[in-house]
C-alpha cells in the first residue's frame, strides 16, 4: 500500500545531454498530471505522462524535466536582422540625443540575447526520449520507494486503529445480552408495580420481551463488522493500489457501527460504538492519503 504524497528527483548526462527529472505528488481523488518540459522538446509530455501511467494510477502528480545537449553541433545559432538593426539605431538615437560616449560595438549589441535565433537540429523523437528513460527511471524509483515508505506508516496507523475497534466490538458482544435481560427485569417490576394483585399473563410479557430482544439484537452487525474488519486487512496487505475499495469498505463498517448504536439502548455499548465511530473518522481521514 503506497501513500499518494511522494518525491523523486535524478540528475545525470547521458550522450553529451544534461537531463534533470524531478516528481512530487500530493493527495488527489484521481490522477492529474502536469508535466512541463523545455519548450522545444514538447512532445515529450504525452511520452512521459504514458511512463508514469504505468506505475502511478492516483494523486495530483507534478513533473518537471530539464534538459541541457552539449553538443555543440546540436543548436543552429542564427542572427536575426531586423532585432539587431533596431537595437543599434536605438543606441545611435541615444547617443546623438544626449550627447553620451559612442561606444557601440558588437560586444554590446551581443549582450541583447533576443538577437540571436536558437533552432536545435531536428532528432528522432523517440531516440531524444530514449535518453532521458534511466534519468526518469531513477527518478520514479525514488518517488515510488518514498510512496512505500509513507504506506507503510499510514498502514501501521490504521492496523492500530483496526484493533482498537475490534476490542470495542468484543465489548459489545459481551454487553449486548445483558441489554435484554435488562430490559426484562424492568418490564416485570414495572407491570408488578402497576398490577399489583393481579395475575399477570407470562406468555404476554415473554412475547414483548421477545419482539424488543429482536429489536435489540446486534448480531447480524456485528458479524458484519468483523466481516469488512478482515476484509479490510486484507486488501492494506496487498501492493496496488485500493483507496477507494477502502474507502467504500470504511462507509460500510460505519453503516453497522451506526445500526448498533441505533439499537441498543446502552450506556456502555454506547460509549463502544462513540469509540468505534472515532476510530473510524480517523482512518477515513488517513484513507484520503492512501492511493
Do not use: W
Not at 538577437?115 to 527511471?137: G, H, N, Q, S, W
Not at 504506506?151 to 470495542?168: N, P, Q, S, V, W
Not at 486484507?234 to 453503516?255: P, T, V, Y
Amino acid at each position: 500500500m503506497r501513500s499518494m504524497t511522494g518525491y523523486g528527483r535524478c540528475e545525470m548526462t547521458v550522450d553529451g545531454m544534461d537531463v534533470s527529472v524531478e516528481i512530487k505528488s500530493v493527495n488527489h481523488r484521481f490522477a492529474d498530471y502536469s508535466i512541463r518540459v523545455p519548450r522545444y522538446y514538447g512532445f515529450m509530455e504525452e511520452l512521459v505522462k504514458k511512463f508514469l501511467q504505468q506505475y502511478i494510477s492516483r494523486g495530483k502528480v507534478d513533473v518537471y524535466v530539464s534538459i541541457s545537449d552539449k553538443n555543440d553541433d546540436s543548436k543552429v545559432i542564427t542572427l536575426n536582422t531586423a532585432m539587431a538593426e533596431g537595437y543599434i539605431n536605438a543606441m545611435r538615437e541615444l547617443v546623438d540625443k544626449y550627447g553620451i560616449k559612442d561606444d557601440i560595438s558588437a560586444s554590446s549589441i551581443s549582450r541583447f540575447s533576443d538577437i540571436f535565433d536558437v533552432e536545435y537540429k531536428e532528432e528522432d523523437e523517440e531516440t531524444i526520449f530514449a535518453r532521458i528513460i534511466p534519468a526518469l527511471e531513477e527518478a520514479k524509483e525514488k518517488f515510488i520507494n518514498m510512496r512505500k515508505r509513507e504506506g507503510d506508516k499510514l498502514t501501521a496507523d490504521m492496523l492500530m486503529r483496526k484493533a482498537i475497534i475490534e476490542e470495542k466490538l468484543a465489548k459489545v458482544e459481551e454487553l449486548a445480552p445483558n441489554t435484554v435481560d435488562e430490559y426484562k427485569a424492568k418490564l416485570e417490576a414495572r407491570i408488578s408495580e402497576l398490577m399489583e394483585g393481579i395475575t399477570i399473563d407470562e406468555s404476554r410479557v415473554m412475547t414483548e420481551i421477545a419482539i424488543y430482544a429482536d429489536k435489540l439484537c446486534v448480531t447480524e452487525e456485528t458479524v458484519r463488522l468483523h466481516s469488512h474488519l478482515k476484509e479490510f486487512e486484507h486488501i492494506l496487505s496487498k501492493e496496488e493500489a485500493a483507496g477507494r475499495r477502502l474507502d467504500f469498505l470504511l462507509q460500510e463498517m460505519n453503516r453497522e457501527v451506526n445500526t448498533m448504536g441505533s439499537k441498543c439502548n446502552d450506556l456502555e455499548i454506547g460509549k463502544c460504538v462513540v469509540d468505534m465511530k472515532t476510530e473510524l473518522e480517523k482512518i477515513r481521514e488517513q484513507l484520503q492519503n492512501l492511493e
